[in-house]
């Protein structure tokens, strides 16, 4: 595990991390992922989705520290965002920062074990944040939603800074990481995704974390955030397929 002294734990101000911060259990069970993948992406969803439409997927970088940054629209989106970004399609298993909301009974047992943690939106833990830090260190990719929860709409809603403020302190932590974040567009044809309903997913080009990391630190997060939301809502346009 790689350690670092500091973690954006506010807007303003970098604050020390206390060696004494309990670490967070993430791990890839060694029997379950490589079941996991064949079994999702050759059964569950062809069978239970009508149509699934991907485009973009060269945008998907195949190493290096990777942040994919889609809209969140339902709870099938982790299982989607595997099928379309993991080791059939990149050859790597994704990491997920979700909301501890969501890391409960037996979605939560897979999540554990299929490289998930889980994070409180409203009041993130410095193990939560220092472990995602850590991820890129490591040069993973992983998966953050960045509107903070889910939104059966098909507007972008206001980010939350944490993906920005994250993915610069890991540049910093480095220079030279060259973390990268893949703005994703989710959209069903049915709000609350009915049987034989349809998916459509616009992958965009990576945003280059590396590009932010000059001058005030509350600013960089700023202007990454707008960044990444306007790539959003452009890739939301392109998204046209119709709500049921």
Request: aromatic share 8%; no cysteine; glycine share 8%.
């Amino acid at each position: 595990m790689v350690s670092f002294n500091y973690l954006k734990h506010s807007a303003e101000t970098l604050v020390p991390i206390s060696r004494q911060v309990d670490p967070i259990d993430s791990r890839f069970s060694p029997w379950l992922t490589p079941l996991a993948y064949p079994l999702v992406g050759g059964l569950v969803l062809p069978n239970f989705f009508k149509q699934i439409k991907v485009s973009g997927q060269e945008n998907l970088p195949t190493d290096g520290p990777v942040i994919l940054a889609p809209t969140h629209r339902s709870r099938w989106d982790a299982l989607i965002l595997g099928w379309v970004a993991g080791r059939g399609v990149t050859g790597r298993d994704l990491r997920f920062m979700v909301s501890s909301s969501e890391v409960q009974g037996i979605q939560g047992w897979f999540i554990r074990r299929l490289g998930g943690f889980p994070v409180n939106p409203k009041q993130p833990a410095i193990a939560s944040l220092r472990h995602g830090v850590e991820i890129l260190q490591n040069r993973q990719m992983m998966v953050i939603f960045p509107e903070g929860g889910i939104f059966r709409d098909t507007e972008v809603h206001p980010l939350k800074p944490g993906l920005a403020r994250l993915a610069l302190q890991a540049e910093t932590s480095q220079p030279g990481l060259g973390v990268q974040i893949v703005p994703i567009s989710l959209r069903y044809s049915d709000p609350y995704v009915a049987w034989r309903s349809t998916i459509s997913i616009q992958i965009g080009a990576p945003l280059q974390a590396a590009h932010y990391n000059q001058g005030i630190a509350k600013q960089n997060a700023q202007h990454l955030t707008q960044d990444l939301e306007t790539a959003l809502k452009q890739l939301a346009i392109t998204n046209d397929l119709p709500m049921t």
